[in-house]
């Protein structure tokens, strides 16, 4: 695994992560018909909360980010990309796994959606998620709170 740290994001980060969304989600986007290079970007910049985001660092390089947003009934697991070289090599369930182990510390439900077809899907299986439900895009995914950890790896 790469030697990499996650910090907390701030504002001045937004393009950066918003540029980089845009290239993880692409193949996706386009397979499933819905890729617009101005509206993938304009997303992230319209959910980007700083205060609810970490910037994972390889290198001292932006490599990816995720945001773990507090909601009424649950958590939301939001804008968690990693570039596409780093991705398969440890990294993802490492920030994953650090970010589960808090939730599970406070008993909190984490929710996400994922792109159908998005090989991302198998990594929060892994961890745990289960599916709520469907769309023609997205799949929802639930995790419940572990009893002493999180899910496998």
């Given amino acids: 695994m790469a030697d990499w740290k996650i910090r907390p994001a701030s504002a001045a980060d937004v393009e950066a992560v918003a540029e980089l969304r845009a290239v993880v989600l692409r193949a996706d986007l386009e397979r499933l018909g819905r890729y617009d290079e101005h509206r993938v970007r304009q997303r992230l910049r319209a959910g980007f909360t700083p205060e609810h985001t970490w910037v994972i660092e390889v290198s001292g ?15 939301r697991l939001e804008h968690f990309y990693l570039g596409p070289d780093l991705q398969g090599r440890g990294i993802g369930s490492a920030v994953l796994r650090l970010l589960l182990e808090r939730c599970d510390r406070d008993r909190v439900l984490v929710r996400l959606n994922v792109l159908r077809g998005s090989r991302a899907r198998e990594l929060y299986e892994r961890h745990g998620f289960t599916v709520e439900s469907e ?16 899910g496998t790896d």
Avoid: I, K, S, Y
């Fill in 135 to 150: 769309d023609p895009v997205d799949v929802f995914m639930v995790r419940e709170p572990a009893a002493g950890g999180t």
């Fill in 61 to 75: 390089a932006l490599a990816g980010c995720v945001a773990l947003r507090p909601a009424q009934d649950a958590h």
